[in-house]
């Protein structure tokens, strides 16, 4: 196989890589029944001017499946840090004591659980499109080289070994999937 052959294939590899990853991170914000720290990755909170992720201001801990604990470390944190997570569209309702913001997580209904699995089959979807998109660009981008001298026969080669990245990451995501419907209908 040519180098340009072999950079087509590393770079697909990467593109299938992204998708899958991109996937897992849109699946850890598709929050199941239980209580998870991850469910606040995105929340922002307002620390002396400068917008700083919710972990690197306070402690976050799950003490039990319905609850996540957020310890501030610095009191007056956590007017900023209730605040930040009631404007986060999230949902939830932080409640404190002056110490400890806790956020009870409440258990969800068939029809939620429902809403949840085919949000998880819709973001599946899009990482196999952007998979099979990797495929078909590069398979473009193949059948160009048979025009600047490359062998049919290296072309096909290179077609299967393609292909053969697509079926192993469209089934990475029929596993997450799995995974995922599992935990969200896991009462």
């Known amino acids: 196989m040519t180098e340009e052959v072999q950079m087509y294939l590393e770079d697909t590899k990467e593109k299938m890589e992204a998708a899958v990853d991109h996937l897992e991170k849109a699946l850890l914000k598709i ?5 998870n720290p991850s469910m606040l990755n995105g929340v922002m909170v307002d620390y002396y001017g400068n917008m700083t992720p919710l972990a690197q201001v306070a402690n976050l801990s799950v003490p039990d499946p319905r609850t996540i604990a957020i310890q501030p470390w610095e009191k007056p944190m956590i007017a900023q840090i209730e605040k930040a997570i009631m404007n986060s569209n999230l949902g939830f309702n932080p409640d404190n004591n002056g110490e400890v913001i806790r956020i009870n997580i409440p258990a969800l209904t068939e029809e939620r659980r429902g ?12 990482a196999k499109v952007s998979i099979r998109n ?3 660009d590069t398979n473009v981008e193949l059948k160009k080289l048979i025009k600047e001298g490359l062998s049919e026969d290296a072309e096909k080669d290179a077609e299967a070994e393609v292909q053969k990245y697509t079926d192993v990451f469209g089934k990475k995501v029929d596993d997450l999937l799995t995974e995922k419907e599992k935990d969200i209908m896991t009462i």
């Open 134 to 136: 990797a495929r078909r």
């Open 31 to 35: 929050r199941a029944g239980k209580a």
């Open 115 to 126: 809403d949840l699995v085919k949000q998880a089959k819709a973001e599946c979807e899009h």
